[in-house]
């Protein structure tokens, strides 16, 4: 009998794909049959058991590695981009005790002292070459230098002499001489306020034994302001048309403040002068006083004025609101973003930065390595110099792009964590969509 006849043996296996047709009426069914709750509990579970194992996994993983970034990303809080830089500029070697740099590259102009040198005064050009101003060998005085500062114009101007004011623009050195006027004085701040068809000038002047400020009007200084209220005023900055921001120390009469009659306490104050450009006196409108410490000097950012402090620190708003900010410090500077940073004493940990009315504060990796003499802005940092614990001269630098950028530890591993993120989530939304349409 051929094979053809024999009977038909279907096996356990064969029956078990055949139910398929069965399963997909039960499916139908549910439209009209509403399964018990246990029913559909359990269809749930079996469904995360069997369908989703590689979601959860994914999952996660993915918590695994959101409580990994956590701890790595805090694990770099710490400020980055500021270094002890090798010096390889002419002030090598000796203390910079003023230094001014200039817009173009990287120039600058600075008061050097060494002890077996003596004080050096000089600019060092962005090719390379140097301009002698003041040296031991011709003309000994860089040590007479009362200040240096760069006016809004450009200009670089600084006192050696009573009655004079020298003025840096360019390769062209100018002398402001006042030695025809009638009063004798020296000057140790100026501040410059330019206007749409002229600038006006004030002096902080040294009168005897006392502080005042004289206008220049024409070339010639304007008599001293009469009245100071007992204030020894240390510099000078202009605030708006015909006002200006003063600060100083003010010393109470001896025991009149409850302090020792011996050692009466001096309190930072902030002073409002008026003077409107003309041959009229400077007059003090007003001054407010503070608690303790020294304010020691001024900083721009954008329409705001900040006044550096050691206890405590300054915000002026263009309409004369004056606000303390908690950041004590050595030296304020402001760099070329508008951003106000405040270095901190020799020691310090951390580093305060305001701009556009916040004020931040960021953790160093490593104290602050330099007891700062001057500081300015240079493109993108801001170099600082003084000395070391051991009383060294140093410079320390602070790039103002390298916080929270990718090159940073910080900014990386914040790159990498969005990057990373984002390509769990895409794995899983592949996984779901290729489920769904398995299901389909």
Known sequence: ?????????ISPHTISIRSTPTATHLKQSLHHAPLPAHLMAGGLRGLLEEESEHQWLTLSLFAVFVVFGAFAIDATEHFVGDQIVKVEALHDGGLVTEIEYHDDGGAYTALVYAPNAGYHMFTEHADGTSTAIY????????????????MPGG??????????????????????????????????DVADRVGATSTDRLLLTMEGSSTSFRGIVA???????????????????????GLWAAI???????????????????????????????????????????????????????????????????????DEEVKPINAPCALAVSDTEGKVWFIGALGSTTLATYQEGTLELHQLSSHVPVDVTDADAQGEHVQIHGTDGDGNPIQWSIDITADGSIESGRGFL???????????????????????????
């Not at 040296?135 to 760069?150: A, L």
């Not at 200084?221 to 020894?232: D, L, N, R």
């Not at 002073?271 to 001024?298: C, E, K």
């Open 248 to 318: 100083g120390t003010h010393s109470s009469t001896s025991g009149a403040d409850g302090s020792s009659p011996a050692s009466p306490q001096s309190r930072p104050v902030l002073g409002w002068i008026t003077w409107a450009g003309d041959s009229n006196t400077p007059v003090l409108r007003n001054v407010q006083m503070f608690g303790t410490g020294i304010f020691h000097g001024f900083a721009q950012s954008g329409t705001d004025l900040v006044v550096g402090g050691t206890v405590e620190s300054l915000v002026i708003s263009a």
């Open 135 to 150: 040296n031991p060998e011709t003309n000994d005085i860089g040590g007479q230098v009362n200040f240096m500062k760069t």
């Open 1 to 9: 009998m051929p094979a053809t006849n024999a009977p038909l043996m």
């Open 219 to 241: 070339g010639v200084p304007t008599a001293a302001m009469s009245i100071s209220s007992g204030v020894h005023w240390h510099h000078i900055e202009a605030h708006s048309d």
């Open 414 to 440: 914040n790159l990498l964590f969005l990057l990373s993120g984002a390509i769990l989530l895409a794995m899983m939304a592949t996984h779901a969509i290729e489920q769904l349409r398995q299901k389909a």
């Open 155 to 188: 200009e670089l101007v600084f006192s050696v002499e009573a009655n004079q004011l020298m003025g840096l623009q360019g390769n062209m050195m100018i002398t402001y001489d006042y030695t025809s006027f009638n009063e004798s004085f020296t000057i140790h």
